[in-house]
């Protein structure tokens, strides 16, 4: 795929010097040219190319430029740019070449060209350097308990803090391009031996299919190779943490790292993921299964409770206790609109209001909060628009759909469609889109394994890991299906 | 997707709507709940009369106190009475929550059916249903009466059944287990009754023992104190008291024992053409009461109170069975279903003329009593000069 057919380089200094700046854009101040020739030989003539801000410029003043100026040169002719290559030139990683399509791929990733007077060649010289964001704890993936470093925008950064917690050659990194103008370099990780090589061949051969202008977070990627892309649940994981991919890619599963964003992309993704959180692994089982149990009956809740709630009030009044009915009917007096155009109302004022929330300064947010409970919600209930059951429904859908962010996406379209079914069948249309949520949660894939598969499993082994998480001495297997060998390496005492 | 599964999906869809019975989309206030009905019979034009208890939320507000409401109307049947009650309420009355229905004794007297048939065809009112009758002259006055532990009245006598347990003076019946009563061969059903008494000069509805029917009319009454010895022998018996008198000692007293736990067994005897029922209780209970310093907490004092109790318990029954013999002419006791569960062969056989045995039936009764403790004292509490 050579784009830059019609050039070549000529002997001439000057003539490569326009090549360049013509397949730049003449005015690009951002483009440094800088020529220089040596302080002893007035015909060795040099000219670098870096563009600013992406390259150390110490590197290029002390290592480039300094050695080259002021080395004193034999009268070798012939082969001048070997010479600067091998004797004068102090950098770790240099190369040369003739290909244009290289040169003008390593200026814009940030390293040097240099060209020499009389030569048919140049130097590409490893100069990245650029600001880049400190390591630092993901804002969204927080713990109480366990490490606290997060993936950065670089992506080498990336694979060094990943090589850094998997200290074993086994752990290969594959690297390529991904997007056409953008040309973001991916890197592929997996534990060899673990992972298994049919998921990693499929994920090879989507990758490769791929076509698309620009890359910039996964979840580019993740719409374009994920198995239902209409489908509300994910079929690839996402992470900024180091340690949840560490522990990933223990379990067979393979990494998909992208330059220029912090988050990190694994497959395969089954649906107990979403429960499972980090610190599951690095509190007391006993504590992690029951905040287990509860993310799990809290994602219930938040699609089901105003579902629920409107088909019992509104269609199923005996199966309410009486007391209870007899204060949700207090409740209701005065209240105009019916309880289905209530729900609907307070649930969408409560979206509104999270997503107000969401991008707002943390010093507006207050604001926000007390908007949003006090003149919103009690004003509503003593104004009599909504009843005050209503409130608390919306509200507990809410909380417990906060509890998983990375579910969000589901619980919120399942509890509006959950709600319109509900509300024209009672509890009949609810079982009718429950059922119709767990056929569907179980004819999807991930890379080929099903999407449910350690969640029924009738081996014990493969459930230890899901609504209850067993203590590390217990899980004595990886989860099955995702990697292809089984034994984990956890033989403690208690073996 | 192709045509046939959208065919198959728009089927679906609309028989889901088509078929869904009788449900609806319904607002809470769109409705008037009901807690009760009493039911009289109009003497003059033969119309049921029905006085039908509704939940009041105009004066509720929230946290506060719930009243209630009577919405009287008539009909010629009972369904037909329900409906002339919209022409007076403008709300649909909803049954699901009802409680308690009560009948008038002339009611009861010309038949229960009609009420079973509305309780048990109707797609609201709940099988749990408890059902009185009434023991005055009408079945409306109880609901209109001073209420003690809720405004609702028909809730009140709801709890009041539930709070039996540690009375045992009614039987619990509910309408599924009357019903099942009703249908059953060789047993006659029974129902809670209630009356109204003073309390600081008010008029209020209290329980009044058993309403006794043969088949589905009634045929009389059991006092409070003769209904726990029927309950003893339907083995229904959950807690309640004991009272044991001793009038021919050289000092008349009393010991009132507290029942924990009782098992009746009914076992029918068949010998020679002779048959005859054995009726055997074991009670646990304890010294809850005495009004003597007499011991009978020690060895002896205990075998002599359990021989006076046991003889007492006896008696009462066998007297509660020889009522229902001669006076009802009715099976509340169930002997001729015990008879049909355990000697089918024997029943085939005499079953047809069940109606004539049973006022002959011989019975035998063998009450076994444990005393089990004297609460917390362990002597009786001496009384010195």
Known sequence: ??????????????????????????????????????????????????????????????????????????????????????????????????????????????????????SLEAIIIDTKGWQSRAIEEPIVERVLRGPREGFTECIMVNLALIRRKLRTSDLKFEFTTLGERTNTKACICYIEGLANEKILKELHKRLESISIDGVLDVNYINELVSDSPLSPFETTGSTERPDIIAAKL?????????????????????????????????????????????????????????????????????????????????????????????????????????????????????????????????????????????????????????????????????????????????????????????????????????????????????????????????????????????????????? | MNKSFILLFVIIITSTFLLTGCWNYNEVEKLAIVSGVAIDKNEKDNKFELTAEVID????????????????????????????????????????????????????KEGILPVLDFIARDKEPRLSINIFVSKEKTAAELLSQQSISTEIRSFEMDYMLLANDSLSKVPEVQVYEFMNDLSNQGISPVLPTLEITLNEGKRTAELGGTAVFKKDKLAGFLTLEDTKFLLFVKDKIKGGLLIVNDKEGESPHVVTLEIFKNKTKIIPNYSNGQLSIDIRTRTDVSIAEEDTTKNYIDEKGRAELRKKAEKYLERNIERVIKQAQQEFDSDIFGFGNTIMRKRPDLWKEIGKQWGSIFPELKINVDADIHIKSSGHILKPIQVGD
């Open chain 2, 57 to 108: 939320l105009k004066s509720t507000q929230v946290g506060g106190r719930f009243n209630s409401q009577r919405i009287q109307s008539d009909g010629d049947t009972i369904l037909d009475a329900i409906r002339n009650m919209i022409k007076i309420s403008a709300k649909k009355l909803y049954w699901s929550h009802a409680t308690t229905f009560i009948l008038s004794e002339n009611v009861a």
């Open chain 1, 250 to 495: 223990l379990e067979g599963r393979i990494a998909l790292v992208l330059d220029g964003t912090p988050v990190v992309m694994t497959v395969p993704y089954l649906f107990i993921e979403y429960f499972q959180s980090n610190e599951d692994y690095y509190l007391n089982y006993y504590f992690a299964s029951i905040g287990r149990v509860l993310r799990i009956f809290g994602f219930i809740a938040s699609i089901s409770i105003p579902a629920v709630y409107l088909s019992l009030v509104a269609f199923h009044q005996e199966m309410i206790p009486t007391p209870l009915i007899m204060s949700i009917y207090a409740a209701r007096q005065g209240v105009p609109f019916p309880t289905a155009i209530e729900l609907i109302v307070l649930l969408i004022t409560f979206e509104i209001l999270r997503e107000a929330g969401t991008r707002m300064p943390s010093y507006i947010g207050q604001a926000l909060s007390i908007v949003g409970a006090l003149v919103l919600g009690s004003s509503a209930v003593e104004a009599r628009l909504v009843s005050a059951p209503i409130v608390i429904v919306v509200g507990l859908s809410g909380i417990t759909g906060l509890m998983i962010p990375k579910i969000k996406s589901v619980s919120v379209t399942m509890r509006f469609i959950f709600l319109f079914l509900s509300s024209l069948l009672g509890l009949y249309g609810y079982i009718f889109g429950m059922s119709a949520l767990l056929i569907h949660l179980f004819s999807i894939r991930s890379f080929g394994v099903p999407y449910m598969s350690n969640l029924t499993s009738l081996h014990l082994q493969e459930l230890k890991d899901t609504t209850i998480r067993s203590p590390w001495w217990y899980m004595k297997d990886r989860p099955g299906s995702l990697s292809k060998n089984l034994r984990r390496t956890s033989r403690g005492q208690r073996q």
């Open chain 1, 1 to 118: 795929m050579s784009k830059f057919k019609e050039y070549s380089l000529s002997k001439s200094l000057d003539s490569n010097i326009e090549m360049i700046k013509k397949i730049f854009n003449n005015n690009d101040d951002t483009l440094i040219i800088r020529s220089f020739q040596n302080q002893h030989n007035n015909s060795l003539k040099c000219c670098i190319f870096f563009i600013e801000g992406m390259v150390n410029n110490e590197i290029i003043n002390e290592n480039i430029i300094l050695p080259i100026v002021e080395t004193s040169i034999p009268s070798i002719k012939s082969n001048f740019i070997e010479y600067l290559q091998y004797q004068v030139i102090v950098s770790n990683n240099l190369q040369k070449t003739d290909s244009i399509d290289q040169l003008i791929e390593a200026v814009i990733s940030g390293n040097t060209i240099l060209f020499a007077e009389n």
